[in-house]
């Protein structure tokens, strides 16, 4: 599976929805990240937001994501 998988994501009141161009989605709570990084597109056409989870996931390819 490729790292980089092009799709939208939505910020709530509870969380964040990602949906990929698929239509795959996976909603992360608020209360579940630990940390988070964002590097904005100075220059750039990619945005970085990363997120570091307390508790795993299964991730878009349905295998349990590792850092």
Request: net charge positive; glycine share 6%.
């Amino acid at each position: 599976m490729s790292a980089c998988v092009s799709g939208a994501l939505e910020a709530h009141t509870n969380g964040f929805r990602y949906t990929s161009v698929r239509g795959d989605k996976v909603d992360i709570l608020y209360n579940n990240i630990k940390n988070a990084f964002f590097q904005p597109c100075d220059g750039e056409m990619i945005i970085l937001l990363h997120f570091h989870l307390k508790v795993r996931t299964k991730s878009l390819s349905s295998r349990f994501s590792r850092d």
